[in-house]
């Protein structure tokens, strides 16, 4: 039961956050409920496998980033918007602040221990592995969206066109 | 069709073109909406997209005169609805075959539409990073003081946006603004250095860092990295000023 909960409570907070980031690229009204219903999907893949699967954070968002892709194109048609407004925004929640803060944290540290041999290659250490990940999941996180834009490009390019459906 | 038809034309297109570039719709969609638009009007259309400016080369079918015309891609904000209907229009009107006057008033009903109501935003983004905040492993108390330090922070960016000032200091004002109200966390017994972490990443450009992604992925090379060079700068500044408050309270993070 306290899974279920775990699982259902990340859903719901990644898409609050998908809402309120996207907001702020002035997507379309009818979007924001697709927007939401693919970040609380993704995000909550994202964990179980993480949590579960004992997956890594690299793998499991690519994973869940074609999740999100896959949904972005079949929703895309049914309200007329282009995969990237409903995708990037469901992606936002993914991309991984605290690892970038985190290097930016070690970096400043790094500069304040230069004397300290120990501190010093301690905060080199997570700079570079921080670093690291933050860089490889928000490529794979963009690379995993457009996929499915690749595979079937001629209906992933048609999605905002009237007629023919 | 007269020289002064076809300038009017010419002068549409590259608008339009210059327009979606501006407002962060990822390069490839630009020139297959352009050519579209072209077609439309009866040009073949070649584009070449540089970083600030770009250059369309548009031939007239009926006559095979050719014309050139260099814009300068302008700095907008980004804006999704946009994305969708002018992509959306550059359907209708090769489907329909929409006279110049008829395109061209849709176009400017579409690019004057309001956007949303700022304040409704404010409030969106407050949640949305508070939310952010209990993601990561934040308590209550953390969200609560997240959801005040970014909405003073974003509050703080709307105004000096408003002002035009430089958007790096925009973002190193709005990022420090933002860590250092978070740090009240400080005085409480909780989760701090998330609230901190998080109070910031309501500034992360995403959309850029994503778009210069699928840029670089599908052969655009030169505006992808240029996308993400651009993107990268930002969040240098909201380090800067992250690091400013990181500087005045690490000693009672460790």
């Given amino acids: ?165 | 069709m007269t020289n002064d038809i076809l300038l009017q034309h010419t002068k549409f297109i590259a608008g339009y073109a210059a327009h979606l570039m501006g407002c962060g719709i990822h390069t490839s969609r630009v020139i297959r909406n352009t050519r579209r638009i072209g077609e439309s009007l009866g040009f073949d259309l070649q584009i070449s997209v540089f970083q600030k400016s770009m250059i369309l080369t548009m031939q007239d079918k009926d006559t095979q005169k050719t014309f050139s015309e260099v814009v300068e891609i302008p700095a907008l904000p980004i804006s999704f609805e946009h994305n969708s209907e002018l992509s959306a229009l550059s359907w209708e009107a090769v489907d329909q075959r929409l006279p110049f006057e008829v395109l061209k008033d849709k176009y400017t009903k579409i690019i004057s539409a309001p956007r949303i109501d700022p304040l409704f935003v404010l409030l969106l983004v407050g949640f949305a990073n508070a939310s952010f905040c209990k993601l990561f492993g934040g308590d209550w108390m953390s969200m609560v003081i997240v959801f005040s330090a970014t909405i003073a922070g974003f509050f703080a960016r709307m105004q000096m946006l408003k002002k035009h000032i430089n958007h790096y200091i925009i973002f190193i004002v709005s990022s420090f603004t933002a860590s250092l109200l978070a740090s009240t966390s400080l005085i409480f017994d909780i989760t701090s250095d998330i609230a901190i972490a998080t109070s910031v990443l309501y500034l992360i450009p995403g959309v850029p860092l994503i778009n210069g992604v699928i840029d670089i992925v599908e052969g655009h090379t030169l505006t992808g990295i240029s996308r993400l060079t651009n993107a990268f700068l930002l969040i240098v500044c909201v380090a800067i000023g992250l690091s400013i408050t990181l500087l005045l309270v690490h000693d009672r993070l460790l």
């Fill in chain 1, 1 to 165: 039961m306290n899974i279920v909960l775990d699982i259902l409570s990340d859903g719901f907070f990644a898409a609050i956050a998908a809402i309120g980031f996207g907001a702020i690229s002035d997507p379309p009204m009818r979007a924001f409920k697709f927007i939401a219903l693919l970040a609380a999907i993704g995000h909550a893949c994202r964990f179980c496998l993480m949590s579960y699967a004992g997956m890594d954070i690299a793998a499991a968002s690519f994973i869940s980033a074609l999740i999100i892709g896959f949904g972005s194109l079949w929703l895309g048609g049914k309200i007329y918007c282009p995969m990237t407004v409903i995708y990037i925004p469901a992606l936002l929640p993914m991309i991984p602040g605290k690892f970038a803060y985190n290097t930016v944290f070690s970096q400043i540290m790094f500069l304040q221990n230069m004397k300290v041999p120990e501190l010093k290659a301690k905060y080199m250490e997570m700079f570079f592995s921080n670093g690291m990940v933050t860089i490889t999941v928000i490529f794979l996180l963009a690379i995993g969206a457009t996929i499915p834009m690749f595979i079937f490009h001629s209906k992933a390019f048609s999605l905002t066109r009237h007629i023919n459906k």
